[in-house]
């Protein structure tokens, strides 16, 4: 799955401090650009998620932050907290910036930060392998991100171990890297052949739905998904068809969803003509049985047979026809 949406494992990344960092002094100047604002907020990035922090009055298209923040860390900068934002790599040095609203923010302008500018030397490039930019960089908390955001998903615990031993031992204590070693045993135990963790989740109707009481009568797929997520709708259909081929030669399919609303995620299930079992817990980034399983990415996948041990894991539409192929045939 090349295209996937990416969200946090809740309950991994509760211990914010780190020996590294400290508490400092920050100054940013800036100006807003293409938009008229009245403020401009200062967010800090916590389980990838964005928290405002503190606010600046735009006065003749400028503004000014002068604050105590701990460094080196992720900041944001908006000028619409509910809209998106300039993702900004701050250390001690006093940035300049012009924050640009448009296209996602993708416009903007930020001098005087070492690590944002390998940021987005990272951006601009294709087909990075991390190992690489690690050994690079090993002192990099934008190299540390990169891992942590952008590769987790598509590497096996075994490399994200090794890419952690690349990455200077000062960056072992961040919020960022214990996530990634909390990740790694996680994954160990939902790898193939391990048995599958059983949860409860609630269904639309609020009736609980334990993933053991759906075991037992051939294959189920375990899927992580949301109505919010492009490539899981792109996924559905395939997973219609497939399920109409298979569902009475003894396969079933239990979705997990990571929607924030249940209205969305109800409209999501009747658009995309979904009939089998469905649960949420309706907690977003924060899903339970998401963080169970090790989930890093949306779509994801599980397949577990009758005795509830796990046999594949994140196929794809073809692996999984071939897969499902083989086993009822």
Not at 28 to 43: F, M, P, R, S, W
Not at 223 to 228: E, I, L, N
Request: aromatic fraction near 10%; include cysteine; hydrophobic fraction near 40%.
């Amino acid at each position: 799955m090349e295209k996937k949406v990416f969200f946090v494992l809740a309950g991994l990344l509760c211990l914010l401090s780190c020996d590294n960092q400290k508490e400092s002094r920050i100054v940013i100047d800036g100006t807003v650009a293409n938009v008229e604002a009245e403020k401009v907020y200062l967010q800090k990035f916590e389980e990838k998620l964005f928290f405002v922090i503190d606010s600046a009055d735009v006065i003749d298209g400028r503004f000014r932050f002068s604050t105590t923040a701990s460094l080196p860390e992720i900041y944001g900068l908006t000028v619409n907290p509910q809209r998106g934002q300039l993702m900004l790599f701050l250390d001690a040095d006093p940035v300049q910036v012009t924050l640009d609203p448009s296209e996602g923010y993708s416009n903007s302008k930020v001098t005087g930060s070492t690590e944002q500018d390998l940021y987005a030397y990272y951006l601009s490039q294709e087909d990075i392998v991390i190992e690489d930019f690690i050994r690079a960089h090993p002192q990099s908390l934008a190299a540390t991100y990169v891992l942590y955001r952008n590769f987790s998903y598509r590497l096996t615990p075994e490399e994200i171990q090794a890419n952690i031993q690349l990455l200077d031992s000062s960056l072992w204590k961040t919020p960022y890297v214990k996530t990634l070693n909390a990740l790694v045993e996680t994954l160990l135990s939902v790898a193939p052949g391990k048995p599958a963790p059983d949860f409860t989740a609630d269904d639309p109707e609020g009736r609980p739905v334990s993933l053991s009481s759906r075991l037992g009568n051939g294959y189920v797929l375990l899927d992580f998904w949301a109505s919010w997520c492009p490539p899981c709708r792109q996924e559905n259909p395939h997973l219609v068809a497939l399920y109409n081929e298979y569902k009475n030669k003894g396969f079933d399919i239990l979705s997990v969803s990571l929607d924030r609303t249940k209205d969305a995620w109800l409209k999501g299930i009747a658009d995309d003509n979904l009939t089998w079992t469905h649960v949420s817990d309706l907690k977003y980034w924060h899903s339970a049985p998401a963080a169970l399983y090790g989930v890093r990415a949306i779509p994801s996948n599980f397949l577990i047979d009758r005795d509830g041990v796990i046999v594949a894991k994140n196929l794809d539409g073809n692996e999984l026809d071939e897969k499902l192929g083989e086993l009822f045939k």
